[in-house]
């Protein structure tokens, strides 16, 4: 076994503030929850953990874990790997800088535990996602997705629509999700109804002893507005391609930056709509606004609502100057929060809109020809 290096002994460790523990089929498992890692400790492990409260070298530690288990030539190979599943942590690493900026979370660790894990999934790709889906249609009887509840021997009551909803009506029987965009670009005016439906401030509501509240034309808990947009532009009249910020109270974008060299679809899902659409909305949620008022961890799911209603405006609105949209949270949120310098974990990226008019002469299926013919291949049994 190799001797450690000076650079390697001086080495500062100490275990992570985010571990927790559980005991599945009488083992102990820890897990890193802002890493996503997990290992098998025994416990004389954990009891070491739980007494070391400061930075210690790596020969420290080493130590510890020979006194642990004399008859290991691989103390040092265990410290390593410790370190590299999450459950220690180096001093100025990138974790570390990631676990002092998460001491401001203010939500309960069950709420943190949900924000990391969602935050870190890895979306398939099309090809991947239509192997899963076959073998599921395959393997599975197919469901039911809608309920009629009409029995012979009950007496239901129709309600029927007002006239005065028909317009409504007409509106909304225009919003479908739409994947296949054309090369026509979007007016900008268009993008700055879009954005204002959802975001845009249209009142404030002064009440005495509270803040003043910025109304939308969407509901928000406790009218606090926590939302902010950010827009990839790609095809829009009058707008040079790159990222966009949205301010909300005047119906106005800057540019912070341009776009990715990389293809849109790796940040949303690997979903080819979104390289192919004229702008893509993000709606980023400012959680140390939602927590001001709401320290409770409902408050999250709260946050998840609102994101809806924010992107049902957008997509009516949409619908009703004939351009096309579709929602998806299959969003990467660390690399997008670097393109838009977000602060972790203060803010978050919860769910993205995209925007184009529609291509004509494509099929309107989801899946291209190509995942549509192996869907079928694998439904009718072959491998």
């Known amino acids: ?21 559980r005991l599945e089929e009488g083992r102990y498992i820890a897990q890193n929850h802002l890493v996503g890692q997990e290992r098998v400790l025994p416990i004389s492990v954990i009891t070491l953990l739980a007494s070391i409260t400061d930075f210690i070298s790596t020969d420290t530690m080493s130590e510890h874990l020979k006194k642990l288990f004399p008859q290991s030539l691989v103390t040092r190979d265990a410290v390593a790997e410790l370190t590299k599943s999450g459950i220690l942590v180096k001093k100025q690493s990138e974790l570390h800088v990631q676990e002092e900026r998460f001491n401001e979370w203010v939500w309960s660790r069950e709420a943190a535990k949900h924000f990391l894990a969602t ?4 979306w398939m790709k099309e090809s991947v996602e239509v192997e899963a ?12 997705l809608w309920d009629d509840v009409t029995a012979e021997n009950e007496s239901w009551e129709a309600l029927g629509v007002h006239i005065g909803a028909r317009e409504t009506f007409n509106l909304l029987k225009e919003r479908r999700s739409l994947r296949q965009f054309s090369n026509d670009p979007i007016a900008s005016e268009a993008l700055g109804a879009i954005l204002s439906a959802g975001l845009g401030i249209q009142k404030f509501l002064k009440l005495p002893l509270r803040p003043t509240y910025p109304l939308r034309f969407s509901p928000s808990p406790g009218g606090l507005n926590v939302f902010t947009g950010y827009i990839f532009v790609k095809n829009v009249s009058n707008l040079s391609p790159g ?5 909300a109270l005047r119906n106005q974008v800057l540019k912070i930056g341009e776009l990715p060299d990389l293809p849109l679809s790796y940040l949303f899902g690997n979903q080819t709509w979104a390289d192919e659409a004229s702008a893509v909305c993000l709606l980023i949620a400012n959680y140390k606004r939602m927590a001001w008022k709401y320290s409770d961890q409902s408050a999250f799911n709260s946050l998840l609502i609102e994101s809806g209603h924010i992107a049902q405006n957008m997509m009516v609105c949409a619908a009703s100057l004939s351009v096309g949209s579709v929602p998806t949270n299959a969003v990467a949120q660390a690399e997008l929060e670097q393109y838009l310098s977000l602060t972790f974990p203060h ?13 004509m002469t494509r099929s309107k299926d989801h899946y291209s020809s190509a995942s549509l013919l192996r869907l079928k291949e694998i439904v009718g049994g072959a491998t």
């Open 119 to 122: 935050r870190r999934v890895r």
């Open 243 to 247: 990222i966009y910020r949205y301010n």
């Open 1 to 21: 076994m190799r001797e450690p290096t000076e650079k390697e002994s001086c080495v500062l460790i100490r275990p992570s503030k985010h571990l927790s523990l």
């Open 347 to 359: 803010h978050a990226v919860l769910y993205a809109l995209a925007f184009g008019h529609e291509d």
């Open 133 to 144: 889906f076959g073998k599921l249609l395959r393997t599975q009887e197919l469901p039911s």
